[in-house]
Structure formats: structure tokens, C-alpha cells
């Protein structure tokens, strides 16, 4: 047994977090969510210089030809600074192109999507919370697509998208005549959402399609993503308590506050395995990696979710405004938590798995 | 990254599978010994096969193999899948054995462990008292060296197999003028020495496990200390690091809930098993994910360990305890409501505590109650909120009355 990372695994986390760190204080956060777009794309430039555009794209096509657990402890530093980038739409999309695609689709594609010169993103849902394969309304037929898919990551600016259609199908439509992007306004102002509207758009099926496996390698995404706001949210909140003073002493001297902090800890410090498990099933474990992931994507992010909460509460008056970082992580994990679906669905699924 | 254990631990999982198969349950004369008999017989079979507390030196009765947490693992796994009686009466073998290794003088090593291992000689572990519980160097309970011997005073509670046990390893004061650390010592107490008394103490659910045990002028050979005089408080610390690491084991807290699940699939409600209720399947998956947490996070600390890179998982490992014991009470606090009208009937004697055996609607009462032993027994969960706190947060410690 080797439950652990390889040297090359931990030197891509710490280079990410190193960039992160360097590039991304949290005033960078701020002023995306202020309105200041061109922050982002200046992030995404920059990760994509460091390789983390083609993480899984093959060595031949211009990517690392790495797996999902590298993806996902991407994900987990990009979650830990609440990196404002479309890596989450753009790694999937590689995914399913890496995984799925013909030749010809992904010489076509990757060499472009990992330099970072185009930029790709999935849409899987559409109206009426209808996030899964099964539920699935727009139409692939004659090289036309048609229909309505809802809450796209990144859309605005993406060059490709891979749309989940009927019967489970994935097809790849280029921007294009017939393709229409109507942003949202989006609650994690880092990573907006919006409507993809297609009206018989240019559109081939990705031939060996895993929409599935795409939604299993999403969960353990969101769940790495939240894993890393939520830890951070922890380490953020105690040093505040450290530094603020109050009846002449830190607050982190108050018993009933260091319980409450410890307790955050324990909700999410230990799942780190849970979420490296599910990415290492992906690629190694087939038969597993469905429940795991689903697992990984409910346990996680809820727990996350909690502990943003008592982020805010543990801050005070000065954690429910706009002005302080805590927001950005509370919405980053509200995002991580409820896109893809709530965790209600993910243990259902979960349960069915199981044969429960 | 691998999760397989790899071909040179399935190879022992086989051997251990053969061994169990070959072993478990007695045939023959043995069989007709009595239920104590039969462990010790089998422990020493197994000590001898080299499955069983491997670790320990030859010279003391163990295999004298190299520490190899994966190799203890797998052998675990196969013995609670089996049934065997490898756990036996936990004090001894994974509290004792391990302070005497680190600790304890040639002679007490030749004489005590060997027969603990095998459960000939069970031991009780006398650290609480009244007036000291998570306060625990705050005890009292006094031995006074006259001539040769510790003239011993005081109480001893919450002493989980007093009434069956052979010997105590205990903390006493033994220098009144020391400060509250540094005058405690560390003793080895036979049991049946007079001035000693054991009034078992009957437990919410029932049944007798933990004691009172009252010293009044027992006397005890001088050579029975661990460590040197006023040094007990740093002896028992190894001790106690060793029961943090038996709660976190996570193999039991896996059979309980697959229990659980079978419970949900045999009761029925409005005709059809509660298994296929949404809220039920909502709230088993729930616990799925913390268990599975606990799972993966013992899989991060057995590979650190076995890479000794301890360090970096120095967090999770201080994190065991706590999490387990809610995992515990999760599964505890569930399995009542698929099976409510149990709760208002007794348990009886049959109905298990803890350990294999059958999950009747009385052991899952009892277990209502006992799981609430886990937050409480070996280092309550406020006092791992403030270990967590302090040593992964690094929060300031608790200020203490300045008369500490």
C-alpha cells in the first residue's frame, strides 16, 4: 500500500500553491469580484505557462499526459486561494476530449486547449435542475444541436464546448452560429455562470463517450476544490481569532471558540483521503470510482459548506461583509457544493450504488 | 499511489486466512475448554506462528519482526473476519507490554509479558479517581515505601476489569512534597494482595465492565515500579498514546455499520424494508461518508507510518479519537430510530455489548448507551477539542488557576 503522493505529485501542488500564493492574495479575489475580468484572464495565463492547462492532455498533443488525481490537486490549491479561473470547465472538457475523442477531434483541439490559447468548457445541465445524463434534453442529430443547456462554467469566451445531449450522449460544438452564451449573475463571481443556448449549432459526438465517468471525474473535482476552501477557511478563521482581542485577551483563548475551531478541523482535515481515493479510482480503480465519487462530492462539500458558515459566524460582524476574504470562500464552496447537484442527490446515487 | 496491500501482504493474508481456518474455532480436547482456556490456547498459537503482537522481542515471547503497520493490518482484517480472540483484554498487551518495552527493568520484562501476551496474566489499568479524571495528575491515591514495600492508600475508579484482573499497573503519589507532575510513580499491583478491595460498578445499560478498587495499607514488594520514583507521569504516557490508537482503529466501527445497514434492510415500514426510504438511504450515505473518511484517512497514517514519514500525518493521527467516537455515535443514534420500540425494553444479559456476536435489537440499545463510553473513556472529546486546538491549530493553551 501507497496512500501517498509521488515527489512529482507533490512538487506540482506546491508549484500551483507557490503561484497561487504569489499570484493570487486574496485583493486579486476582491477585485474580480469587483468587476475587474482582466485579473482573471491575466491568473489563467499564468497557470497555463506553468502547464496546468494540459495537465491531462497526452505528452504527443502538447499536455503532461497526467491523471485525475493531479487535476485534482490542482484543484485543491485553486479551491485553497479561491483562484478565480475556468480551470473546472476547462479540465473537464480536456478530460472528456482526452478520453473520448477521435483522432482527428483531438488533434483538432488539445494541442490548443493545453497552450492555453483556446479555452474549452462542458455543458451538462439544463433547466430544472436536470444535472445528470439520464436527464438530458438537447438534441444531437445531423451534425445540428438544439436546445437549451443551463449554468455553464466559463462560457463566456470559451472557443468549445462539450454538451451532454440525449441519451447520454457528449457532442463537441465549436463557437459559433447558433451558439449564444446569456451570463448569469453568479453567486461565486470567480467562476460565472451562464445559459448556452443552441440553435442547430455545428456539432459532432465525441464517439467514445463517458458522460458518466465525466460526472464522476466533476464530483471529484468540486470535492478537491472544496476541500482546499474549506481547509484554508479553517486556517483563515484561527488566525483571525489569534490576532482579534476582546475582555483583554485573543478570542482563540476562549475555550468554547478553540472547540468550535477544532471541530471545523476535524470536519474537514481528515477527508483529504476521501477525495484522493475517488481521483485515484478514476484511473485505477474503475469499478470503484462511481461510488467513490459520488461519496467524495456529497461528504465533502457539505461539510465544507458547514464549516464556511461557522467561518462567518466565528468572525463576527467583519465576516458578513463584503469587504472581508470570508465571502469568496463561502461562495467558492456554496458553487462546489450545489453545482453538479446538492449532496442529497450524491448519497442517493450513492445508495443505489451500493445496492441499498 | 496504490491502494493494494501488493503481493507479499496477500501472501501473508493468505497465511493468516489458513491459520485462522486451522485454529478457530478449537476442536477436539480444546474444545471442551472453558471460554478463557480456549483463548489462551489459541494465543499462543498464534504467538507462536508469529501472527500475534509480532513486534514483541523472542526473549519476551513475541516474534521479534520488525514493525511493518501493513503486515499488523492484514493480519487484523483476516483475525476480525475470523472471529479469532485476538483482542483479548486490551489493558495488558497494548498498554502494558509497550511501557515495559520502553520502560520497565530486564526482570519485570522476563516476568510479565510473555504471560500477558498469551492472557494468563490479565491486567487492570489504575489511573482514574475521583478527584482526577481529565485531571488526571490532580490523583491522590498514595504509596509510601516502608522498608521494602509501597504501603498503598486511596482509590482507584472507572478500572475496567478489576474484578477479573491479576494484576494493576497504576499511578500513585509516592513524593507529597513534588510538584503535581513530578510526584507520581508508576506501580505493578498484584490484585489479590490483602488491603485491596474491587466493588464492580453496574453500568447504565447494564452489566459490569469498570470498578472501584480502594487501597488500605496493601503492601507491594519495593521492585515494583516502573521507571524510577516521581518519573510515573512520563511512564504513563506511552501507555496512553497506545489506547488513543486502539479507538481509532476503524475495522470495528465498519462491521457495526455494516450491522446498520442490515438492520434497515430487515425492518420494515409501511410494507417495505426502511432501506428503500429515502431518508433512511440519505442518512446511512451520510455516515458512509464519514466512515469512509475515517477509512481513508487510517490508509494515509498507516502508509506515513510505514514510509516513516509520520509527520505528515501528525494532524489526522491526533484527530483519530475524536473522529471515530462521533462516527460511533452516528451510527449509535440511527440504528434506534429504524427500531425505536426496542429502546423502551431492557437489554438482557445475552445481548452483546461490544465485539462479535449478533446484532439483536438489545445489543443496538446497549450500544445506544455504550457508544457514549467512547467520548468519555481514554481522553474525553473536549479534551481532544483543546489537543486539536493547541497541537494542529497551534491555539494558546488553556490558562490553568495560578495555584497550578
Request: hydrophobic share 45%; proline share 6%.
Amino acid at each position: 500500500m501507497d496512500f501517498a503522493l509521488s515527489e512529482e505529485q507533490e512538487l506540482l501542488q506546491s508549484t500551483v500553491r507557490g503561484f497561487v500564493a504569489k499570484e493570487c492574495p486574496p485583493q486579486t479575489v476582491h477585485a474580480v469580484f469587483d468587476g475587474e475580468r482582466g485579473a482573471a484572464s491575466a491568473l489563467w495565463q499564468g497557470l497555463a505557462e506553468i502547464g496546468v492547462a494540459g495537465l491531462c492532455v497526452p505528452e504527443s498533443l502538447g499536455g503532461a499526459g497526467l491523471e485525475l488525481l493531479e487535476l485534482a490537486l490542482v484543484a485543491e490549491e485553486l479551491g485553497r486561494g479561491a483562484v478565480p479561473v475556468p480551470f473546472l470547465g476547462h479540465a473537464l472538457a480536456s478530460l472528456a476530449l482526452a478520453r473520448g475523442g477521435s483522432l482527428r477531434q483531438q488533434e483538432a483541439w488539445l494541442p490548443r486547449l493545453a497552450a492555453g490559447t483556446a479555452r474549452a468548457t462542458v455543458a451538462l445541465a439544463e433547466d430544472g435542475a436536470r444535472w445528470l445524463p439520464p436527464d438530458w434534453r438537447v438534441e444531437l442529430a445531423n451534425s445540428r444541436v438544439s436546445g437549451r443547456k443551463a449554468l455553464v462554467p466559463e462560457a463566456e469566451g470559451a472557443a468549445l464546448f462539450v454538451v451532454g445531449c440525449r441519451g447520454g450522449g457528449l457532442a463537441l460544438v465549436p463557437a459559433g452560429p447558433g451558439v449564444r452564451v446569456t451570463p448569469e449573475p453568479t453567486l461565486d463571481r470567480g467562476r460565472p455562470l451562464a445559459a448556452l443556448e443552441l440553435d442547430g449549432a455545428a456539432g459532432e459526438p465525441l464517439p467514445a463517450c463517458d458522460a458518466a465517468s465525466l460526472i464522476d471525474a466533476a464530483c471529484v473535482l468540486l470535492a478537491a476544490d472544496a476541500f482546499g476552501a474549506a481547509h484554508q477557511l479553517v486556517r483563515a478563521t484561527t488566525a483571525y481569532l489569534q490576532a482579534r482581542q476582546q475582555f483583554g485577551q485573543p478570542l482563540a483563548q476562549f475555550q468554547a471558540l478553540k472547540h468550535q475551531l477544532a471541530d471545523m478541523a476535524l470536519e474537514i482535515d481528515p477527508t483529504r483521503g476521501l477525495w484522493w481515493y475517488a481521483a485515484h479510482a478514476f484511473d485505477h480503480v474503475p469499478a470503484e470510482a462511481p461510488r467513490a465519487a459520488a461519496l467524495a462530492k456529497a461528504h465533502i462539500t457539505e461539510r465544507a459548506q458547514q464549516v464556511a458558515r461557522d467561518a462567518v459566524e466565528a468572525h463576527g460582524g467583519i465576516g458578513f461583509t463584503w469587504e472581508s476574504d470570508v465571502h469568496l470562500w463561502f461562495k467558492r464552496v456554496m458553487f462546489d457544493r450545489l453545482w453538479l447537484g446538492a449532496p442529497e442527490l450524491h448519497r442517493e446515487r450513492y445508495a443505489a450504488l451500493e445496492g441499498w | 499511489m496504490d491502494v493494494r496491500f501488493g503481493d507479499e501482504y496477500e501472501k501473508l493474508r493468505a497465511e493468516v486466512q489458513a491459520f485462522c481456518a486451522d485454529s478457530w474455532p478449537p476442536r477436539g480436547d480444546a474444545a471442551r475448554l472453558g471460554a478463557r482456556e480456549q483463548a489462551i490456547a489459541w494465543r499462543k498459537r498464534a504467538l507462536g506462528a508469529g501472527f500475534l503482537h509480532r513486534t514483541v522481542p523472542r526473549e519476551y515471547g513475541g516474534a521479534g519482526a520488525a514493525q511493518d503497520v501493513l503486515a499488523e493490518t492484514v493480519i487484523r482484517q483476516e483475525f476480525d473476519r475470523a472471529g479469532v480472540p485476538h483482542r483479548g483484554v486490551v489493558q495488558g498487551p497494548q498498554m502494558l507490554v509497550p511501557t515495559l518495552l520502553e520502560c520497565g527493568s530486564e526482570a519485570q520484562r522476563r516476568r510479565f509479558i510473555e504471560p500477558t501476551l498469551t492472557g494468563e496474566l490479565v491486567w487492570c489499568q489504575g489511573y482514574s479517581e475521583p478527584g482526577a479524571g481529565s485531571d488526571l495528575a490532580s490523583l491522590q491515591s498514595r504509596a509510601e515505601l516502608v522498608g521494602d514495600e509501597w504501603l498503598l492508600r486511596g482509590q482507584k475508579i472507572w478500572t475496567s476489569q478489576a474484578d477479573r484482573a491479576d494484576m494493576m499497573f497504576g499511578l500513585f503519589r509516592t513524593e507529597p512534597g513534588a510538584p503535581k507532575h513530578a510526584g507520581i510513580s508508576y506501580l505493578l499491583i498484584p490484585m489479590r494482595t490483602p488491603g485491596i478491595e474491587v466493588r464492580p460498578l453496574t453500568m447504565m445499560q447494564g452489566g459490569e465492565d469498570f470498578c472501584e478498587v480502594f487501597f488500605d495499607g496493601a503492601r507491594i514488594p519495593a521492585e515494583n515500579i516502573v521507571g524510577r520514583r516521581g518519573e510515573g507521569w512520563q511512564v504513563s504516557r506511552s501507555t496512553l498514546k497506545h489506547e488513543r490508537m486502539l479507538i481509532g482503529d476503524s475495522a470495528i466501527v465498519r462491521i457495526t455499520f455494516d450491522a446498520l445497514v442490515e438492520l434497515a434492510r430487515r425492518v420494515q415500514r409501511d410494507g417495505r424494508p426502511a432501506l428503500a426510504q429515502p431518508l433512511v438511504r440519505q442518512r446511512l450515505a451520510e455516515i458512509a461518508g464519514y466512515l469512509a473518511t475515517q477509512e481513508w484517512s487510517v490508509a494515509r497514517m498507516l502508509t506515513a507510518l510505514h514510509q516513516q514519514r509520520e509527520a505528515q500525518v501528525a494532524s489526522e493521527m491526533l484527530m483519530a479519537k475524536l473522529q471515530s467516537t462521533n462516527v460511533q455515535q452516528r451510527i449509535a443514534k440511527l440504528a434506534l430510530e429504524l427500531i425505536p420500540e426496542a429502546g423502551l425494553i431492557e437489554p438482557g444479559a445475552s445481548d452483546a455489548t461490544m465485539g462479535v456476536g449478533e446484532f439483536t435489537p438489545g445489543r443496538w440499545v446497549s450500544n445506544y448507551m455504550y457508544s457514549l463510553a467512547f467520548a468519555i473513556a481514554g481522553g474525553a472529546s473536549n479534551v481532544q477539542r483543546n489537543i486539536i486546538g493547541e497541537l494542529v491549530l497551534g491555539l494558546p493553551r488553556d490558562r490553568r488557576p495560578p495555584s497550578q
